[in-house]
């Protein structure tokens, strides 16, 4: 079974910089496809970035050029590297774990973005 324990949200600027990390454990992580997605106060979750197993990313269009997610396979973890944040990024932010079809959710980190 897979479990996800994320970390790094907190408290910045307009303008600043946060590292968001999610530490995967079970499974066989080279095949295990991550995503990380967000929930802005009374919005429903949104798909921010996702990462295959090849490393091959994607993300949306609203981040684009500021946040990049990448995958460490020694260490287990992902990462969502996020620049230039602005206050709509305020939202609590969730790694997703896709296992062969098998949806698993981390339990969330907040981030607040002050303008």
């Known amino acids: 079974q897979v479990q996800l324990v994320e970390s790094g949200g907190g408290l910045v600027q307009s303008g600043g910089s946060l590292r968001l990390s999610c530490a995967v454990s079970g499974g066989d992580f080279v095949r295990i496809k991550m995503a990380w997605y967000r929930q802005p106060p009374g919005n429903q979750r949104e798909w921010v970035a996702g990462?295959?197993?090849?490393?091959?990313?994607g993300n949306a269009d609203s981040v684009k050029g500021r946040i990049t997610m990448s995958r460490d396979s020694a260490k287990k973890m992902v990462f969502l590297e996020m620049n230039n944040l602005l206050p709509e990024d305020t939202a609590v932010y969730y790694c997703?774990?896709?296992?062969?079809?098998?949806?698993?959710w981390g339990q969330g980190t907040q981030v607040t973005v002050s303008s």
């Open positions: 990462i295959g197993a090849t490393g091959i990313s």
């Open positions: 997703q774990a896709n296992d062969r079809g098998q949806i698993v």
